[in-house]
């Protein structure tokens, strides 16, 4: 990406802890209550919050032995299309039985309180800030809950996965369109993130006045350039993480908390 390697300044000294802690949540509360428009940024520490394991930490039991190149690639689905299924209907399980936790809540009612737009553009496939209440969410990497055509054939794009299909259980239903097996709807290794989110998650970070990265590391590229993208247009950056995080140097604030502890009172009015 032209231009990402130019130095970026931290603005102002941060904390962790203590006192010093409560004046940086005063100081990012401030700023968003000020901003018009504003982008959530999640990742999987707000899923776990949640009780819903990474995809690495949910390999154990019986699934210990699996690479995660035969439960999510391509092309391990064409090699066993009924493994791959199983995992993604125990993955489904455990989701459904999940509930949204204080932060999804207070990023929801933060949105919901209107006067500014807010966007969430999440890396969690379980659709839990759309159970909370949160309306605009561009999902970077899918939604597990829903299902698509193998060989995308076109219409219906994406279909709930729940659909009653009167079929096997254990095998991945048919593409109602063309026959083919339906696939998880969402991002596996080696695939692109779908183009059309991106772009719009790539616009809400460039176009935002303050970003609220949670629960992620930001490793990851392509989603990984969205902080970056709100940095360089100007935003606030707030990072809120209980660990460190690959753009800590960068961020405006760092909050050291889980989401569930530091959003509702980030948020609140
Ligand atoms: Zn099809």
Redesign the pocket.
Known sequence: MPGEHEPMKRRSPVAETGIAADAVVARARAWLREAGRVVVFTGAGVSAESGIATFRDALTGLWARFDPQALATEAGFRADPALVWRWYAERRAAVAKARPHAGHAAIAAYEARGGRRVDVVTQNVDGLHRRAGSRNVLELHGDITRVK??????TPESIDAAFDWRGDPREPP???????P?RPDVVWFGEFLPEAVLAEAQRAASACDAMLVVGTSALVHPAAELPMLARRGGARLIVVDPAETAIDDIADARIRAPAAVALPSLLAE
Request: aromatic letters at 0%; one cysteine or more.
């Open positions: 055509c193998l060989e995308g054939c076109g048919p593409c109602p369109r063309c026959g083919a339906l």
